[in-house]
Every structure is written in C-alpha cells, then in structure tokens.
C-alpha cells in the first residue's frame, strides 16, 4: 500500500467514526423531542396498541385542546415571556456595565471583588433562598419605609419586584456567569478604540453607549439568549418568589396534579368513585404534551437565531 493510498484510508476511516459519533449525538439529543411530538397527535387508542411505534394509526389535537385548558395556555405564554424579556433587558444593562467596569477599572479591589462575582456562580442558589425570601417578604430599603410610614417592610412576593430588583444590582439568575462573559469580551477590545473617542470630546457615558456597546454585539446577543431561555426555565426562583403567578415553569411542576384533578373531575363522567379507572399511561401523555407546549416558542425561537447564537459563542470564547 502507497503512501497516498494509506493517507485516504485513513481519512475515510475518520471521516465514518465522525459521522458515527454525529448521528449519535444528534440521536440522543432528538430522540426526547421526537417522542413527546408523536405523544402530541397519538390518541389514546394508541397508547396499547403493539404496532404504533412513530406514527400513530389515529391522529388527534384532542391532548393539545386539554392541556391548552389546563394551563391556561395563552395567559401564561404571555406571562412567562413577560417576566422572560424584562429579565432578559435588565440583566443585559446591569451585566453589561458590570463588566466594563471590571475589565476597564483596575484597583486593588477588583480582583477580590470578581473574585466575588466567581462566587456567585458557584454558590448554589439554594444556599441564599431563606435570607432572600424573608428579605422579599418584608422589604425594607435600609429601614426608610418604616420610618416614614410606621409600618413593617412590603412583602413584595408574588410580584415582578424581587426579579426587577435582584437584575437590576447584577444579582439575578446566572448574573454573575453574564458579567463573566463581558467582562471577558471588553478586555480584548483595543484601547485604541476609547482613547479615540475621549479625543472626540466624548465623555465616559458616551464612549460606553456609542462606542463600546455597539461593538459588543455578540456578547449581547449571548447574554440575551442564555438569560431569556434560563428564565423561561427557571423553576427555582419562579416557584419561590412568583408562586402565585400562572407561568410555564409553574405550571409544568403542577402539572401532573392538575391532569389528575381534570380527570378527575372534568372528564364527562369522572368522579371519585371512577378515580381508580383514570389510565396512568394516558395521564403521562398529557403530561408529555404540556411539556412539549412549554418548550415549543424556544424551539421556533432558536431555528430563527441559532446562527447568530453559534457566531456570537464562538466569537465570545465560550468555546475557548
């Protein structure tokens, strides 16, 4: 064998193993969404029936009009993408000049005081949900509202309030992994470029907001992407601070409860008494639709973004 034919065998057998470990990745990654799709249109006839594996022999919208209903679909889309696009603002301009400021501003605190951003990245959330919750429970800034009003602090949950005010001091969801990345980003950005506009006349504001942020533009479609999609997500904060509030985080954690009690009690003809009858199988392919409606706007959203997503990651070093 020359050598020219053992180099093309050789690039042939990497190229089969790369392929191999693609198609299995890509498997692995679509199998879930795959399933859950069919378990939207399958009816239940077919949830016994031996011969449907992919394709359902009875197509049906009837598990997407129920769950529709349980969750109130349209009310708490509206409400999560709210909450998710607020959040997504506010942690995009307090993060932002978060990191300018630790890339740009050197003194002896800053290393300590990013080491302290670090800390928020590793420190499970867990660790700090009692002092935040009591804190949301009877908020008091420094004390002013009791000594003008006599009163005790705003209990300020199940409101927008604790998210708005924990985002907008860089403390929010994955704040400090945000700050990271343009902090990261701003100290590979010449110098050149703000010593110019301070040349121009222009002031430190106006170098931030005319200069540097325009040329930042994949940092922040980064940040955007990572906060709107780990809000939407969320059910840690969410299910804490905004129980009472119909979101999608919220109501897939409620979910099996209330597809129980809809076959319970909505079902024409339900009723305690038939209560053992409700089929488990058909009540976990509700489940799976609901989880499936949950996650379906991200989906649709990353079709229309994710070359601007992959672009922005790799220009960001993410990926190192």
Not at 229 to 256: C, H, I, M
Request: charged share 10%; aromatic share 16%; hydrophobic share 50%.
């Amino acid at each position: 064998m020359t050598p020219a034919t053992w180099t093309k065998l050789k690039t042939a057998v990497w190229v089969v193993i790369r392929a191999i470990l693609l198609i299995g990745l890509v498997f692995v990654v679509l199998y879930p969404i795959l399933v859950k799709i069919v378990t939207m249109i399958k009816d239940k006839a077919d949830i016994y029936n031996p011969v449907v594996v992919w394709i359902p022999e009875n197509f049906t919208f009837s598990n997407i009009k129920i769950v529709y209903e349980i969750m109130n679909y349209w009310p708490t889309l509206l409400n999560t993408f709210t909450l998710s696009t607020v959040m997504m603002i506010l942690q995009l301009v307090s993060c932002a000049l978060a990191g300018y400021g630790f890339a740009k501003w050197q003194s002896k605190w800053a290393k300590l005081l990013f080491a302290g951003v670090i800390a928020t990245i590793l420190v499970p959330p867990q660790t700090i949900m009692v002092p935040l919750y009591l804190t949301f429970q009877n908020f008091d800034f420094f004390g002013s509202y009791q000594w003008i009003t006599g009163r005790d602090g705003l209990n300020l949950l199940n409101t927008y309030w604790p998210f708005i005010l924990t985002a907008l001091t860089g403390n929010a969801l994955k704040s400090g992994l945000y700050i990271y990345i343009f902090r990261q980003f701003f100290l590979n950005m010449p110098k050149d470029l703000e010593e110019a506009a301070f040349v121009d006349g222009a002031g430190m504001l106006k170098t931030f907001t005319h200069i540097i942020i325009p040329s930042a533009i994949p940092s922040i479609i980064t940040v955007s992407l990572f906060s709107f999609v780990w809000q939407w997500n969320d059910t840690f904060f969410t299910g804490n601070f905004l129980s009472g509030v119909k979101v999608l985080s919220n109501e897939l954690v409620a979910l099996p409860a209330n597809v129980n009690n809809y076959l319970l009690f909505s079902v024409p003809g339900a009723s305690l008494e038939t209560a053992t009858s409700i089929d488990p199988f058909y009540a976990s392919m509700l489940v799976d639709t609901g989880l499936m409606l949950s996650i379906m706007p991200l989906i649709i959203l990353y079709l229309f973004v994710q070359r601007y997503f992959v672009e922005s990651v790799e220009r960001t070093g993410i990926v190192g």
